[in-house]
């Protein structure tokens, strides 16, 4: 392996740590209000999914890089993601009062809503890591596609743990 490889190797593997934490973490934030049941469910529905969008955009991203409007949409989802995130983990809450009160259980959500958010934030985060793993790979497909498996498995190592963790410290969403 050259330089150039070499660093184009680092870029990559760079971009992955990155782009595939802030995937991680929001599967892990919708699976985080789940039974462990769905909760595993969710994270490997994620997963997939994650691999699944990042080969299809991989496909297409020359034909993507030429509509910057699908960034804009694709940031929308994501702010919109986050405030139901807020929402559904009833995150601000926390800030209101200091009174103690009498906490009614939460109705646990719907799967079919938790696998929604999570593909929906797969497609616009996917998005995001395969314009720069495609960006920085510079036409060299081996090292493209070693960016999007490294991605997906940096995904499928990390999901579990922030939704664990999540659970656990439901004030570390915000």
């Known amino acids: 392996m050259d330089t150039q490889h070499f660093l184009i190797f680092f870029q990559i593997v760079f971009i992955d740590i990155v ?20 909760r595993q469910r969710i994270i490997m529905l994620g997963v997939f999914a994650a691999f699944i969008f990042r080969v299809v955009f991989a496909l297409i991203t020359v034909q993507l890089l030429q509509f910057p409007i699908l960034k ?9 993601i986050i405030l139901k995130l ?8 926390i800030f209101k009062t200091a009174k103690p009160k009498i906490v009614k259980p939460k109705k ?8 929604y958010a999570v593909l929906i934030a797969d497609v616009t985060l996917s998005f995001d890591n395969v314009l720069g793993v495609a960006a920085a790979a510079r036409g060299e497909t081996a090292l493209l596609v070693f960016g999007l498996l490294l ?16 659970k656990k410290h439901s004030w570390l969403g915000i």
């Open 19 to 38: 782009m595939a934490a802030d995937n991680a973490i929001i599967i892990g934030m919708i699976a985080a209000s789940f039974a462990k049941a769905d």
């Open 86 to 93: 807020v929402q559904d983990l009833q995150l601000l809450d």
């Open 108 to 115: 646990e959500p719907s799967f079919a809503r938790g696998v």
């Open 151 to 166: 991605s997906v498995f940096l995904i499928a190592t990390a999901a579990a743990f922030f939704a664990n963790y999540i």
């Open 72 to 80: 804009i949409i694709g940031g929308a989802l994501l702010i919109w």
